[in-house]
């Protein structure tokens, strides 16, 4: 805790319990007290300190991250920490490395696509990291198109093994995080060839590194992609380069929990979806949607405490000058952020629920939600990603000059998140996934195929086709059920415009085609709705602590009405609302920031972070911003020498040359 606590005011007009709200934002008591202490261990080792992260070299970064990885590891054994405080221990590192692509997809792959026995051999070397691994899938030519990838892997049965081998230059795997330096082993998805016959995608685990001095294997080509975007940030992480010339593999390291290759060579499928081989990235996928509130919401604690401290203009008469967080431009570009930090939190539980139900009933074969789960996953990855990165950036505006500067954190988190909109499959890709899914529902409506789960609204397509708002008042849209049948109607409208556009072109392809910058705008409101739905359903549900569930309503309002806002245009056109009712709405908007504003500091202490984690000098718990600005430009490596080097050879004769040339005039 601080001694001189700056935002003490501002913690102090909170109208509801901190403590309380922060377990309703970490899910449990016994989460808010896990995270707090991994926190606070990671926090207070030297080891993990990162301030002066944007300053190192790439080498000096990438070694650092090595020394964290292994420093980490030692503690998760020596403390024997369990997995839960594992992850958070290392979530609390802060720093992009091997590690996240060894426990987040090469452990997953094996888990989800081996067979009982090759889990049994390969994971608890995994496990004690006695291997490293990581996940081998894009290459130079394709990444979105996973069924073009050119690799093969050709059975050859007079040995009994696989030949993993890059046909071309844009064969090469290309941007695997963990295989340029750190990887011993990959999971490798390749073209499956036996008896003469393409089978198309499948995965493999290939051995890359020696385990004895780390020289890679015989046939096998390896290296860094090189420099990415910004300073520190994913330049942590060694992506790599791989080729192979002919590698042989035995043929029990193809991951046959799907389908399999005999002795003889012969090909055989389970009686399984074959897109179940895409379980690993839907699995990323949900994971990447719950870190997409974490990341939000430390841009978003560190603008909100910045702005309570900051003061500009209002004062002629000598009075104090206005804090900029009582702008009401400031509350209307910070507080929808805030309230999507909260939407997005409650909407990646919701998902994490649904992956592991349909995990569950995948295990007894029954597939009937697996098309549901990749348009969840899909569409929700693809739109809290893309709202984050560019909240990032919104968050670095509203802290003026000072948000450009390292110290802010702001940039090397925006240049740190915002690749996340491009891997684990593109954003529009994915949001064109979900438009033929939802092109599919809407085909199905006619046959009378009643839509499930998150698309169940649209078996009320003759309702939502037709309904006018009741909204009369600017209070009217504090009602859910109007919330809910605004999104919904616009939602289902947008789809059925877009399947009556299709269905006028030559074919369902071309007219795909055609239509899909509309599709992208129809899955996005799809998923807007999912969003809106599950704050509005988190918000039934009982929640303690005094206030806490008032504040969580009026996030799910703001949440809500500013994506009304914000759309307001397919709102209108497609004649859900009228604009009447969507000035209202903007009127209760207005009303919601000041009910928002006193309570705004006390939202963002709720997160719980650290100010180790937070990385900033803008966001400090203590609000104690100018004498850690000011300490922190001193430590700059250009502040080391009071006359800069190259003075002698650049600065000196320079002005020496235009001194000579004005004493000659
Ligand atoms: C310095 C530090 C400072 C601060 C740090 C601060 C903050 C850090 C904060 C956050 C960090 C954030 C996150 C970290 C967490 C994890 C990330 C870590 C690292 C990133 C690692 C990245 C890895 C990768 O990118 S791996 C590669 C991923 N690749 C892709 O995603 C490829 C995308 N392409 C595809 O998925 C497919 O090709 C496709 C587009 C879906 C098309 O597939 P295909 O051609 O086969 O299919 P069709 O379109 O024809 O569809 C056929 C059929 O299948 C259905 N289908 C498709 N996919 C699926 C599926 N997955 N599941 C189920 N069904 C599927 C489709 O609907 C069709 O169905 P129908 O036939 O019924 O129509
Ligand atoms: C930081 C980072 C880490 C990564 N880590 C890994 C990893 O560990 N393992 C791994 O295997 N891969 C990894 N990747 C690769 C990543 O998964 C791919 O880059 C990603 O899936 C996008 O594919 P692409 O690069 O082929 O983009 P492209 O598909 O070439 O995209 C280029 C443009 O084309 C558009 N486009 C493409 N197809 C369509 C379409 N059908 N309709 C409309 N527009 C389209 C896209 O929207 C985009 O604007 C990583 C990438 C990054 C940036």
Not at 419 to 425: D, I, Q, S, V
Not at 434 to 438: D, G, N
Not at 525 to 535: D, G, N, R
Not at 656 to 659: A, F, G, N, S, V
């Given at each position: 805790?601080?001694e001189?606590?700056?935002?003490?005011?501002?913690?102090?007009t909170?109208?509801f319990?901190?403590e309380?709200?922060?377990?309703?934002?970490?899910?449990?008591?016994h989460a808010?007290?896990v995270?707090?202490?991994?926190?606070r261990?990671?926090?207070?080792?030297?080891?993990?300190?990162?301030?002066?992260?944007?300053?190192?070299?790439r080498?000096e970064?990438?070694?650092d991250?090595?020394r964290?990885?292994?420093?980490a590891?030692?503690?998760i054994?020596?403390?024997?920490?369990t997995?839960e405080e594992a992850?958070?221990?290392r979530?609390?590192?802060?720093?992009?490395?091997?590690v996240d692509?060894h426990w987040g997809m090469?452990v997953p792959?094996i888990k989800?696509?081996?067979?009982?026995?090759?889990?049994h051999k390969?994971?608890?070397?995994a496990?004690?990291?006695?291997i490293?691994g990581?996940?081998a899938?894009?290459?130079?030519g394709h990444?979105s198109n996973v069924q073009?990838?050119e690799?093969t892997?050709?059975?050859?049965?007079?040995?009994d093994?696989?030949?993993i081998h890059?046909?071309?230059l844009?064969s090469s795997k290309?941007?695997?995080g963990?295989?340029?330096?750190?990887s011993t082993?990959a999971?490798?998805?390749?073209?499956?060839i036996?008896?003469?016959?393409?089978y198309?995608?499948?995965g493999?685990i290939?051995?890359?590194?020696?385990?004895?001095?780390h020289?890679?294997?015989?046939?096998v080509?390896?290296?860094?992609?090189?420099?990415?975007?910004g300073?520190?940030?994913?330049?942590?992480?060694d992506?790599?380069?791989?080729r192979?010339?002919h590698?042989r593999?035995?043929?029990d390291?193809?991951?046959?929990?799907?389908?399999?290759?005999?002795?003889?060579g012969?090909?055989?499928h389970?009686n399984?979806?074959?897109q179940?081989l895409?379980?690993t990235?839907?699995?990323?996928?949900?994971?990447i949607?719950?870190?997409?509130?974490?990341?939000l919401?430390?841009?978003v604690?560190i603008?909100?405490?910045?702005?309570?401290v900051?003061?500009?203009?209002?004062s002629q008469?000598?009075g104090?000058e206005t804090?900029?967080?009582?702008?009401?431009t400031?509350?209307s570009?910070l507080?929808?952020?805030l309230?999507s930090?909260?939407?997005?939190r409650?909407?990646?539980?919701?998902l994490?629920w649904l992956?592991?139900?349909?995990?569950?009933?995948?295990?007894?074969k029954?597939?009937?939600t697996?098309?549901?789960?990749?348009a969840c996953?899909a569409?929700?990855k693809a739109v809290?990603?893309s709202?984050t990165?560019?909240?990032i950036?919104?968050?670095?505006?509203?802290?003026?000059?000072?948000?450009?500067?390292?110290s802010?954190?702001?940039?090397?988190?925006?240049?740190?998140y915002v690749?996340?909109?491009?891997?684990?499959?593109d954003?529009?890709?994915?949001?064109?996934q979900?438009?033929?899914?939802?092109m599919?529902?809407?085909?199905q409506?006619a046959?009378?195929k009643?839509?499930?789960?998150?698309m169940a609204?649209m078996?009320?397509?003759q309702y939502?086709?037709?309904?006018?708002?009741a909204?009369?008042?600017?209070e009217d849209?504090?009602?859910p059920?109007?919330?809910?049948?605004?999104?919904e109607?616009?939602?289902l409208?947008m789809?059925?415009?877009?399947a009556?556009n299709i269905?006028?072109?030559a074919s369902?392809?071309?007219g795909?085609?055609?239509r899909?910058?509309?599709?992208?705008e129809?899955a996005v409101?799809?998923?807007?709705?999912?969003?809106?739905?599950?704050?509005i359903?988190?918000?039934h549900?009982e929640i303690?602590?005094?206030g806490?569930?008032e504040q969580?309503?009026?996030l799910?309002?703001v949440?809500?009405?500013?994506?009304l806002?914000?759309?307001?245009?397919?709102?209108?056109?497609?004649?859900c609302i009228?604009?009447?009712?969507g000035?209202?709405?903007?009127e209760?908007?207005?009303?919601?920031y000041a009910?928002?504003r006193p309570?705004?500091?006390?939202?963002v202490?709720?997160?719980?972070?650290?100010d180790h984690?937070l990385?900033?000098?803008?966001?400090r718990?203590d609000?104690?911003?100018y004498?850690?600005?000011?300490e922190?430009a001193?430590?700059?490596p250009?502040?080391?020498?009071?006359?800069?080097e190259?003075?002698?050879e650049?600065?000196r004769?320079?002005i020496?040359?235009?001194?000579l040339?004005?004493?000659?005039?």
């Open positions: 805790m601080a001189v606590d700056h935002l003490a005011a501002e913690r102090a909170a109208r319990d901190v309380e709200m922060k377990v309703a934002w970490a899910g449990s008591r808010v007290h995270a707090d202490r991994m926190a261990l990671v926090a207070s080792d030297p080891v993990f300190r990162k301030d002066n992260r944007t300053m190192l070299s080498k970064l990438f070694k991250t090595l964290k990885a292994a420093h590891w030692k503690r054994v020596e403390l024997r920490l997995e992850d958070l221990l979530q609390y590192v802060d720093q992009p490395g091997y692509l090469f792959a989800g696509q081996g067979t009982e026995e090759q889990q390969w994971l608890p070397l496990y004690k990291f006695q490293i990581c996940y899938q894009t290459e130079l990444g073009g990838l690799t892997a050709t059975f050859d049965p007079k040995t093994e696989f030949v890059s046909p071309t844009t290309w941007w695997p963990g295989l340029g330096k750190a082993h999971v490798v998805y390749a073209r499956l036996t008896e003469g016959k393409d198309g995608i499948h493999f290939v051995q890359l590194r020696s385990l004895e001095d020289s890679p294997l015989p046939g080509t390896l290296g860094d992609i090189g420099g990415k975007f300073s520190g940030a994913y330049n942590s992480m992506n790599g380069v791989l192979f010339d590698v593999i035995p043929r390291q193809m991951l046959m929990r799907l389908s399999q290759v005999t002795r003889e012969k090909y055989v389970s399984v979806p074959k179940l895409y379980g990235m839907v699995y990323v996928r949900q994971s949607v719950a870190d997409a509130s974490k990341a919401s430390r841009a604690c603008a909100v405490r910045y702005s309570a900051r003061k500009q203009f209002g008469d000598g104090p804090q900029v967080l009582n702008y009401k400031q509350q570009r507080f929808p952020l309230a930090a909260y939407a997005f409650f909407v990646g539980d919701w994490n992956y592991t139900d349909v995990t569950q009933k995948l295990e007894a029954d597939f009937s697996l098309q549901e789960a990749h996953t569409g929700l809290t990603t709202v990165a560019d909240a950036e919104e968050c670095r505006k509203l802290c003026g000059g000072h948000g450009y500067l390292n802010s954190g702001l940039p090397e988190l925006f240049a740190v690749p996340a909109c491009t891997y684990e499959g954003n529009v890709v994915l949001l064109l979900v438009a033929r899914i939802l599919k529902t809407v085909s409506l046959s009378g009643q839509p499930v789960g998150t609204y078996g009320k397509v939502l086709m037709q309904c006018k708002s909204v009369s008042s600017a849209w504090l009602n059920d109007a919330i809910q049948e605004a999104f109607a616009r939602a409208r789809a059925v415009n877009c009556q269905s006028q072109a369902q392809e071309e795909f085609y055609e899909s910058p509309d599709l992208l129809a409101a799809h998923i807007q709705l999912i969003i809106v739905t599950k704050f359903e988190k918000v549900q303690p602590g005094h806490v569930k969580l309503q009026a799910c309002n949440y809500a009405l500013y994506i806002h914000k759309h307001l245009g397919d709102f209108l056109a497609t004649g009228t604009p009447r009712q000035a209202l709405a903007n209760q908007l207005g009303k919601l009910q928002v309570n705004a500091v006390a939202l202490d709720a997160f719980n972070y650290t984690y990385g900033s000098v803008l966001g718990y609000g104690d911003v004498p850690a600005l000011y922190e001193w430590k700059d250009l502040n080391e020498t009071v006359v800069p190259g003075y002698h650049y600065l004769p320079l020496k040359q235009q001194q040339k004005l004493s000659r005039l």
